[in-house]
């Protein structure tokens, strides 16, 4: 069975959170609520989450807050940030949440069809992130239990053409997401678009490093 991914939802409104689990609920990912930031740092200690929904406004710990110390941390520095709001303060406002770390800023009221799209793509990209790992771990114990050995090398070869095509279909995904970003009005729109490159360009050199004679070109 396939793990779920989860996706962290934080917000000190719980119609919101409602409101949330309703538009996401037909992704069929894990969604974990969090009512606060001081709760949703707290949820980030134990679970690995594909992206976080994080509300602005907040009494105490505040929306740019809780991403700092997201942000801070080693373990969940790389986890997408989408910041929603209610309130638009304009330029400067939106300026703040991009400098906080997040690859998105939407503003409230939101079309629910475009949230769970751009959500999708980063789960989608943590799910395949997650196989790739797995199967780049098999591969390379593979290789290293025959060292040495052209056959190893060469059965070896059928998997990286999988992971290859598997990751080739996120970058087509990732494409077709940036494409849509750039023809939309949104602010900081080529922040999500380029955390997406940066992540997949990762992704296919560490693909690439495990090819036959790679150490050696």
């Known amino acids: 069975m396939v793990q779920k991914a989860k996706i962290l939802l934080v917000d000190d409104r719980p119609e919101n959170l409602l409101a949330l689990e309703a538009i996401l609920s037909a992704l069929d990912q894990t969604l974990v609520r969090a009512a606060s ?10 679970d690995d989450f594909a992206v976080i929904l994080l509300d602005v406004q907040m009494p105490g710990m505040d929306g740019f807050e809780t991403a700092a110390h997201i942000k801070r941390r080693e373990r969940t520095r790389d986890i997408p940030i989408i910041f929603l709001t209610a ?38 990209l943590y799910m395949k992130n997650c ?18 050995q052209d056959g190893a090398r060469e059965s070896a070869e059928p ?24 023809d939309s ?7 999500t678009a380029a955390h997406l490159e940066r992540k997949l360009a990762a992704l296919r050199a560490a693909l690439e490093a495990l090819r036959p004679g790679a150490a050696d070109s």
């Not at 930031?37 to 134990?46: C, D, R, S």
């Not at 009005?185 to 922040?191: D, N, S, W």
């Open 37 to 46: 930031g001081e709760e949703a740092l707290k949820a980030l200690l134990t």
């Open 87 to 124: 309130i638009n303060h304009g330029p400067h406002h939106t300026f703040r949440g991009y400098a906080a770390g997040a690859v998105d800023y939407i503003s409230k009221p939101f079309d629910p069809w475009v949230l769970r799209a751009k959500v999708s793509v980063f789960v989608d």
């Open 131 to 148: 196989q790739l790992k797995e199967q780049a771990a098999l591969l390379r114990l593979q290789l290293e239990d025959g060292a040495g």
């Open 159 to 182: 998997l990286l053409a999988e992971l290859s095509a598997r990751l080739a279909s996120v970058e087509e995904q990732a494409e077709a997401l940036t494409k849509q970003l750039d």
């Open 185 to 191: 009005p949104e602010t900081g729109a080529a922040a």
